[in-house]
């Protein structure tokens, strides 16, 4: 069973979005918050595996709630793991919704997105596993021009076989479609990703994505 927190100050928004989530057999809604700051109370208290987490709440928006859940832990969370976070916004191209990824959100989803998209970002999400970025938030990260995301990939010093799964998780593929792509066992695959983290500095896939598009390592085209 996954565990959820929503967070929206719109209260149909999170009524709408309990009553998808919830016809689900394996996911379940354990508490609502109604601003940011109400949000990280609850998910230190609740601890869901996922936080729909709207951008633009009052208290606290988003983006600082973001940032407040994925510092260092704590002993409030167990097992030194935070929660997922799945930023939910209205707009894909807002460079609100890229600075939530920057900060340690691990995916977006759009409010008009189907139920069964919903369900399906969710259990991705759960399962570590980061979300395909539309093309505007990837030109988005492409056009920060980060010497410093430059830099730490200079560093990384990738072999080629992590360069392609990098670039391949970029691409939004997930551990089993990388390694069907590559012909590689997927536990393989959760290696290669596991070095490129690490070699990279990044807390997650997410993270490693933005420093590639930062980087110029990938190309929005691509």
Do not use: C, W
């Not at 057999?25 to 709207?54: F, S, T």
């Not at 930023?87 to 460079?95: I, P, Y």
Request: negative net charge.
């Amino acid at each position: 069973m996954i565990d959820i927190l929503l967070a929206d100050d719109e209260e149909l928004v999170r009524a709408g979005l309990r009553a998808v989530l919830e016809a689900q057999g394996d996911l379940r809604v354990v508490g609502e918050a109604a601003d940011g700051a109400e949000a990280v109370a609850m998910a230190r208290e609740l601890r869901p595996h996922v936080v729909l987490m709207d951008v633009r709440m009052p208290q606290l928006d988003g983006l600082a709630a973001t940032r407040a859940l994925v510092r260092p832990v704590t002993p409030e969370v167990p097992g030194g793991q935070s929660p997922k976070i799945l930023v939910v916004t209205t707009f894909e191209n807002d460079d609100y919704v890229y600075q939530a990824l920057r900060a340690g959100a691990d995916g977006f989803l759009l409010k008009r997105s189907r139920p069964a998209e919903i369900a399906h970002a969710v259990r991705l999400v759960a399962a570590g596993e980061s979300l395909l970025f539309p093309t505007a938030i990837r030109r988005l990260a492409a056009g920060q021009g980060n010497r410093a995301a430059r830099d730490a990939m200079a560093r990384a010093a990738l072999t080629e076989r992590e360069s392609e799964v990098l670039r391949l998780v970029a691409r939004g593929l997930t551990n089993a479609e990388i390694a069907e792509h590559l012909f590689l066992g997927v536990q393989t695959v959760k290696t290669h990703v596991s070095s490129v983290l690490a070699k990279l500095g990044a807390r997650d896939r997410t993270q490693a994505v933005i420093a590639a598009y930062e980087s110029g390592f990938v190309e929005p085209s691509e």
